[in-house]
C-alpha cells in the first residue's frame, strides 16, 4: 500500500510559478512511477507528466511542456512538480499517482494509488 499527500498548491498569477509536493509513505517508492493529473471543474481528469522509478524518463502532456518539470527525490519518498509561466487554464486541481508499472502510462485508470489532490488557481 502506498499513501499520497500533495501539497503546495494556491493561488497565482499569470506567468508566476508554483512547486507541487507529493510524499509518499512506505518503503518501496522508488518502485513506482509518478505521475501528475489534473481536473477542472465540469472536465476529466487529465494527464500533465510522468517520471520513472529513479527519474531517468519523462512525459509531459504538450500543454505543459516547456513550462512543468517533474521530480523526484527518492530517499524522502517525494515526487514534485514545479509549474512556470502559469496560464489561467492550467486552473484545476492537482493530483499526484503512483503504479508499479514498468512503463510510463499517461491513462488516470491505469495507476493504483492516488493522493487527495491540492488546488491551484491561476488568476489572469
Do not use: H
Not at 498548491?9 to 513506482?32: D, H, I, N, P, W
Amino acid at each position: 500500500q502506498v499513501q499520497l499527500i500533495e501539497s503546495g498548491g494556491g493561488l497565482v498569477q499569470a506567468g508566476g510559478s508554483l512547486k507541487l509536493s507529493c510524499e509518499a509513505s512506505g518503503r518501496t517508492f522508488s518502485s513506482y512511477i509518478m505521475g501528475w493529473f489534473r481536473q477542472a471543474p465540469g472536465k476529466e481528469r487529465e494527464f500533465v507528466a510522468v517520471m520513472s522509478w529513479r527519474g531517468g524518463s519523462t512525459f509531459y502532456a504538450d500543454s505543459v511542456k516547456g513550462r512543468f518539470t517533474i521530480s523526484r527525490d527518492n530517499a524522502k519518498n517525494t515526487a514534485y512538480l514545479q509549474m512556470n509561466s502559469l496560464k489561467p487554464e492550467d486552473t484545476a486541481v492537482y493530483y499526484c499517482a503512483a503504479d508499479r508499472s514498468p512503463v510510463l502510462r499517461t491513462t488516470p485508470g491505469r495507476y493504483d494509488y492516488w493522493g487527495q489532490g491540492t488546488q491551484v488557481t491561476v488568476s489572469s
